[in-house]
């Protein structure tokens, strides 16, 4: 028994100290691709890129900490051009041909199970023999990712809320101003940037900046989206960025989109979407892109209440005219969308995710 135990030590051992051998952390100068301040960190979770710089992955302009990070972000790997850092030689390499050591004696980065990148197979093989695990394709690591996505989030959830939510809070109400606007930020990493760099909190240190930003972006910034009502909520300094309209006077033909903590108002569903295909087209709002919108709510005709905007049933081309003339009707059942479309002559009934753009435009014809 005592043999037993000595040797479950020792291995115990050896696997810390493996560990310790291998670091995510960048060695030299890492490569950033994200612009400004923000790009230091992981939009999807806000950790550190340099700190976790060998499990990055970089895809569309953004730079994600780990493969699932990357998972959430993307969901499908078809049409994307996708890059990783090779863990020997520190550079960005196409993941797609990439070898993937997973599994090994090395800590995951936001999941329990790691997967460490090479360039070479060579490389990935005797990384496996130093570290144990296997040698797999990135197409098998990224559904590998997707697959355990339920089971890391619930893991990580359980971390922040009995540790990392708590010790947020706390330092947020001895450390920090207390009228930060989350309304002003599109992700967490940016939350994150303006945390340190515009000094809205007072001497931050190590895992402390971490714990406040995951406290103000997912608890404070969910509980301020969870109190809009029933009914949209307007402003009367709030203007349609698409046509320009005060769009409290149109309560009844009402949308929003939220990206992140900060949100548009619309006075109907066309102008929406215009501004959904395209936001800089009415502006500079180079920040207001598709990936970063967290909830789309418009107006139910019938009920008068917010929907989620993304699931509901849309009339088009009936003979009900909406402040800038013809409208997307918005519907929560698909009944009721059928009922209009028969009672107003509407010429054909969509979801969300079949909206065209240039149909959209026809509309003002």
């Known amino acids: 028994m005592k043999k037993t135990l000595l040797f479950m030590i020792i291995l115990l051992s050896i696997q810390s100290y493996a560990s310790e051998m291998f670091t995510k952390r960048a060695s030299g100068k890492p490569i950033f691709i994200q612009e400004g301040e923000k790009k230091y960190w992981c939009p999807i979770c806000g950790m550190s890129l340099k700190k976790f710089y060998k499990t990055s992955h970089v895809t569309e302009k953004k730079q994600f900490c780990s493969i699932r990070c990357l998972a959430v972000s993307v969901g499908s790997i078809s049409s994307n051009n996708i890059k990783v850092v090779d863990a020997k030689t520190e550079n960005l390499i196409d993941a797609k041909s990439a070898f993937y050591v997973v599994e090994s ?18 490389d990935a093989k005797a990384f496996s023999e130093e570290y144990d695990g296997e040698v797999i394709s990135f197409q098998k690591a990224f559904e590998m990712a997707k697959k355990s996505l339920l089971s890391d989030i619930a893991m990580l959830q359980k971390k922040k809320e009995k540790m990392i939510y708590p010790m947020g809070k706390k330092i947020f109400s001895k450390k920090c101003q207390q009228d930060i606007n989350l309304s002003n930020f599109y992700s967490i990493n940016e939350l994150k940037a303006s945390l340190i760099n515009d000094k809205l909190c007072k001497n931050l240190k190590g895992m402390q900046s971490q714990a406040v930003t995951l406290y103000l972006w997912e608890v404070k910034r969910a509980n301020l989206l969870e109190k809009i009502g029933e009914s949209i909520t307007l402003s009367k300094d709030e203007k349609c960025p698409v046509c320009g309209m005060f769009t409290y006077k149109y309560p009844k033909w009402a949308t929003q989109i939220f990206y992140g903590g900060r949100h548009f108002s619309f006075d109907g569903v066309k102008d929406m979407i215009k501004f959904y295909f395209d ?14 919108i967290s909830k789309i709510l418009v107006t139910d005709y019938y009920s008068q209440k917010a929907i989620d905007g993304t699931q509901a049933y849309y009339v088009i081309g009936s003979d009900v005219l909406g402040p800038m003339g013809n409208e997307l009707i918005p519907f929560t059942q698909e009944s009721d969308a059928k009922s209009f479309f028969d009672d107003h002559h509407g010429k054909t009934i969509v979801r969300f995710d079949k909206i065209v753009e240039k149909e959209v435009y026809r509309l003002d014809e």
Do not use: C, Q
């Not at 004696?105 to 060579?122: L, N, Q, R």
């Not at 936001?279 to 970063?292: F, N, P, S």
């Open 105 to 122: 004696d090395i800590s995951g980065t936001m999941s329990e199970v790691s997967k460490i990148a090479f360039a070479k197979e060579e």
């Open 279 to 292: 936001a800089t087209k009415w502006g500079k709002y180079e920040g207001a892109t598709r990936d970063k």
